[in-house]
Each structure stands twice: as C-alpha cells, then as structure tokens.
C-alpha cells in the first residue's frame, strides 16, 4: 500500500487522522504505518456505529449438566474412556495465553505470576503439572499448543524454554501467536500509540483455531490425528487439563463439545450460564440476564441456570474445521487504552477510552451444534486469579490451593 491508497481509504472511513504525522517519520516508520493500515479489516471498525444491534439475543432456555453425583457414578467408565482417547494421541490442549491481564495489571504475561509464598510457583509451572498430572495417569503425553500475542509472546517463550518447560517434553509444545486489532475511541475514530502506530490489541479468545490455522500449526494437529483439543484459559490455577474423566464423560454424551461448569454460588454471582439458545449451546452473561431467569428454580429447588463456565471446554477438531472461514460474532469491549494524544504525548487513562474488539471462544460454543456441561467441584478446580484482590484473585486463589494440599 503506498501513500495515496492509505490516504483514500482513510478518508472513506472518516480516519485521515491517522496519516497527520506521515511526513516527519522515516521511511520504515511509514512503511510500518502503511502495513497496519493495509491490515485493517474495515468490517470490524466501522462496526462500532452499530453495536447495539450485535449484541441481541435469541430465545433462551435451560440446560441439563452432568451432575457430580452422575459423574461418581460412573468415574470408573469416564476415566478409562478418557485414557484410552489420550493414550491413543486423540487428545491436544490449547492455553490460551494471548491476553492481557489488565485488571491484575501486571507489566509480564499472566502466566508468569509466581503464585508462591515459601518458593517460587509460577502461573504455568501449575499448569504443567495439572496436565502432567493425568499424562503420567496415561501414560502418554498429550501435545500443547500455547497462544501469545505479539504482545507477550518473547517473554513466553523465553519464560518456558529458561524454565526447561517445566519438565513436560519440548516436543509436545508449541506457540503460535494470535493476530491483533486496531482500537478506537468512543467516536470509532483509531486510536495512535505513536505517531507512526495505531493501537493494537489482541483480537479475543476466540480466534485461536482460526490463528491455528494461520499459523501452519494446525498441520501438527492433523498430522498426529487429534480428535479432540481441550482449550482452557491461563487463570484457572486449579483447572484439571486432559481430564480424562472430563474427556470420558463428553465422548460418553455423544456432544461434539464439552464444557467444565462450577455450580453457582449465588444466583446473582457474576460467571456466565452455559444454557440453550435458539436450541443450540450458549454462553448468557450474568448481565445479560433477568432477575426472573437467575432466580428461576427447578422443583428440587436447584437455580434452573445453575451452571457457570470456567473456560474449559473440549471441542471435536472436526467440529473446529467446520468453524475455520465462519463469520464470529464480534464483542465490542470498552477498555482503558493508552493512547497518544494530539500534542503527541503517551496518555495511560484512569477509566475506559475506548474499544477492543474480540471474538470469543464461548461463541464456538454456540457454533457447536451441541455441548455437554459437566460439573466441576469449585473448591477443588476452580481458582480463577483475574483481580488484583478480592474475588477472584491471588489471594483466593492461594487460599483454594492451600486447601488443596499444595505447598506454596
Ligand atoms: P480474560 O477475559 O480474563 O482477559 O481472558 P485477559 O486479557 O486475560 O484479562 P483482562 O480482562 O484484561 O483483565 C480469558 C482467557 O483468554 C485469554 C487470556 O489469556 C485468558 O487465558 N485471552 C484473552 C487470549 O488468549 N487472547 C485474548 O485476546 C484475550
């Protein structure tokens, strides 16, 4: 893309700001500025004047989860299915790692939060050994792909490698980095970090399959036969990853997708329901929510939208193809951005300025023609470290692990 065709564009889309300090940068700066320009998918940015109409909603109604006691009752059935899938290499696990962290409002990648008291324990030293954990009830290892950003993805990768994977094989490890979006004002209007860069920030959850792809790393996938991947967030410090009493009891249901869901602990608690939508899976936000829907109770007097998602989910990876080119919902976020402001200087506001624009991986859900919640035990899976404190946090989360007998 050369100067005039940015400029065009630019003015189409009521964005010539952009170019107001072209002619003091050098030339790889301005070559730098042309690409992100050319990268731009419009689609996405002019979106902003019609986000109202994204966010509506089709009809909802509950769904049914596997319940604890079901899956006691049939522990032994689920976990020799599940190991018979990873000892058959049919399983992969993706961490998402692409994003930000802002509300913890570390300078690092999540991961490498050293949840320790006594000793250094990092974010993704648990993590390897809760999949390390099920790989050595196997006895075999399941490979794991890592998502970074450009954002954090040096540090990742150094961050593992210094620490020699944390003693899980360097063969079944790979990164591959997430793609990046442009953010805007309130107005729509791009937002500048420097005056030869917009501001760009990671493009969602949602996209890692789709970034797989772009990536050439899906040939691993297919080339070892993976049935199954099993995504899961980088937060959850507690999260079992390749259950394979999670694996067992969703290839027992027949779904092509499974969810770990915690029970609520009240019916206004802020986690979003796995519930039916339209007769398909979906994800409702607590926000999105009526009080009559949240309050609403089944005759054992159990909430009728009991169960909140943790960001574990098993999808088939022929499911996945069928979702590689579909169009994704898109969630426009308001976000604290920094951004450079018209005198040129670097801005760190104190409340949101602006827009990220993201897919989410609770939509592939809803693009699965079905899915299977399966209970977790929230004081035994689920500590999610999302706050600085409080809910949610490092604090609770040592709490959690304490409980659980590790060491910190
Ligand atoms: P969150 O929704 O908690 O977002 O991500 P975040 O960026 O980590 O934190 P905040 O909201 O800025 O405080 C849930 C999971 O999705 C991953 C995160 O790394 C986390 O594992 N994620 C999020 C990505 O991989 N890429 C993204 O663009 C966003």
Not at 38 to 44: K, L, M, S, T
Not at 378 to 396: C, H, M, Q
């Amino acid at each position: 893309m050369n100067y005039n065709n940015a400029y065009t564009i630019l003015k189409e889309h009521g964005q010539l700001h952009v170019l107001a300090h072209f002619d003091s940068l050098d030339e790889s700066e301005q070559a730098h500025l042309l690409s992100q320009i050319a990268g731009i998918d419009w689609h996405i940015i002019d979106s902003v004047s019609h986000r109202q109409e994204i966010t509506k909603r089709g009809s909802l109604a509950p769904l049914d989860a596997i319940e604890t006691d079901e899956i006691e009752k049939k522990h032994s059935l689920f976990q020799e299915l599940g190991l018979d899938a990873i000892r058959k290499q049919q399983i992969g696990a993706v961490l998402l790692a692409g994003g930000q962290g802002t509300r913890l409002g570390l300078d690092k990648p999540k991961g490498m939060l050293n949840v320790g008291l006594t000793k250094e324990l990092y974010l993704f030293e648990m993590l390897i050994r809760n999949l390390q954990k099920n790989t050595d009830a196997a006895g075999a290892f399941v490979p794991l792909y890592i998502m970074t950003s450009d954002k954090n993805h040096d540090d990742t990768a150094a961050f593992f490698k210094e620490h020699n994977y944390f003693g899980y094989p360097k063969d079944y490890i790979s990164f591959f980095i997430q793609e990046m979006v442009p953010c805007t004002d309130f107005n729509g209007k791009l937002l500048m970090e420097s005056p030869s860069s917009l501001c760009m920030s990671p493009n969602g959850n949602g996209g890692w399959y789709t970034s797989m792809h772009n990536c050439g790393i899906l040939e691993d996938v297919r080339r070892r036969g993976l049935k199954w991947l099993n995504v899961f967030s980088v937060d959850n410090v507690l999260q079992q990853i390749a259950d394979p009493v999670f694996i067992g009891a969703t290839i027992d249901s027949g779904c092509v997708c499974g969810a770990k869901v915690v029970r609520k602990a009240a019916p206004d608690e802020r986690v979003g329901v796995l519930c039916l939508e339209d007769g398909r899976p979906s994800i409702v936000e607590y926000y999105e929510m009526t009080e009559e829907m949240a309050t609403l109770r089944k005759p054992n007097g159990d909430l009728t939208y009991n169960f909140g998602v943790t960001l574990n989910y098993l999808f088939t990876v022929d499911t996945l193809e069928q979702m590689l080119g579909a169009n994704m919902p898109l969630h426009i976020v308001e976000k604290k951005i920094p951004y450079m402001d018209a005198s040129g200087n670097l801005i760190h506001p104190d409340k949101p300025n602006g827009y990220k624009f993201e897919t989410l991986v609770l939509d592939m859900v809803h693009m699965s023609k079905d899915c299977i919640p399966c209970e977790i035990i929230r004081e035994k899976e689920f500590a999610p470290i999302k706050n600085a404190t409080g809910v949610d946090s490092l604090e609770s989360a040592r709490e959690l692990m304490k409980k659980n007998g590790i060491e910190l």
